[in-house]
């Protein structure tokens, strides 16, 4: 028995669109779109909404955002001088004590491969808020990572700044 090429087209377009649906199923379980993976439990709880409400900036307690690649972690030296005077009954500041010969033992949130070399410096002095790439921080009891720095996280901001063409060269972030 023969079966009529129209009912052959039809199957084909039928397990076209079926393997289109697998194949995308399987791209996202494997490479999720810029969704940031679980976060760490940190040994003291840094509630950033606190010190937003409080009117204290960023740059206060990471100035090296404004003069060096990294962002960096505020020393226990930085936290205490606030803290000798400030909430000193807190259970937490106690802990903060407690480390106070030694960094805290921070766990990374936002992590880059060791292959691309981000500069904070060169998007602050653009302009930059660190919201865009961290979230609102301000409104996190919890600092969870809100984006997964990858390549396209990344070529998606550059392709919409006015220098976008200079900023698709592979040696602006690897070098």
Known sequence: MRIP??????????????GIVVTSA?????????????VPRQLIPFPHVRMVNAGIPCLFCHPGATKSPTAGIPSVD??????????TSSPL??????????????????????FVHFSHEVHVARGLNCETCHGDVGKM???????????????????????????????????
């Not at 090429?5 to 079926?18: G, H, K, N, P, Y």
């Not at 399987?26 to 679980?38: G, S």
């Not at 500041?93 to 060791?114: E, K, T, V």
Request: a positive charge; proline letters at 5%; charged letters at 15%.
């Open 5 to 18: 090429a129209r009912s052959i087209s039809v199957w084909r377009l039928l397990a076209a669109a079926a």
């Open 26 to 38: 399987v791209f996202l379980l494997i490479f999720p779109w810029q969704k940031a993976e679980a």
């Open 78 to 87: 930085r936290c205490i001088g606030c803290h000798k005077t400030i909430a």
């Open 93 to 114: 500041i106690g802990r903060l004590f407690a480390y106070f010969d030694q960094p805290i033992p921070w766990q990374r949130i936002n992590q880059l491969p060791r």
């Open 141 to 175: 009891d919890v600092t969870v990572a809100v984006y997964r720095f990858n390549m396209g996280f990344c070529l998606d901001c550059h392709a919409k700044q006015p220098n976008a063409q200079q900023l698709k060269d592979c040696g602006i972030c690897h070098y």
